[in-house]
């Protein structure tokens, strides 16, 4: 997964400049028809069935950390288009974008289907 912006600036600023920066005690997927990007502008899926989902973090195993629940979201009641990016956001609304990554293979999600990610599957490292 690629850093935004937003963490990028954290990090370093606690790093070089001695900044405090305490992370987020909660972690939530969001699902995007479109790139978010470094900037976190993305076009995020709206619609009144979809909410953000808590992700659940194992531990951090040579370098990576994976998530340890299966996320599920609820059925569309709308068609999402082509789900293109997943993001991890510290708020399940507002908030900031974390991480952002491409899926390798694109989800067309119809009204009436529901998306998820199986345990392990969505993995965060930082090289």
Do not use: C, W
Request: charged letters at 15%; aromatic letters at 10%.
């Amino acid at each position: 997964m690629s850093m935004t912006d937003y963490l990028e600036n954290k990090i370093l600023n606690a790093i070089f400049k001695r900044t405090a920066y305490t992370g987020p005690s909660n972690f939530y997927l969001a699902l995007f028809t479109s790139d978010p990007g470094e900037a976190g502008t993305g076009t995020e899926v709206s619609d009144s069935a979809y909410k953000r989902q808590p992700i659940i973090f194992g531990n951090i195993i040579d370098g990576a950390i994976s998530n340890t629940n299966v996320i599920e979201f609820a059925t569309a009641s709308t068609d999402y288009g082509t789900i293109t990016h997943v993001g991890i956001y510290d708020s399940q609304s507002g908030g900031n974008l974390l991480f952002y990554k491409k899926l390798t293979t694109p989800i067309v999600v119809g009204q009436g289907v529901g998306v998820s990610v199986q345990a392990g599957d969505l993995t965060v490292s930082l090289d």
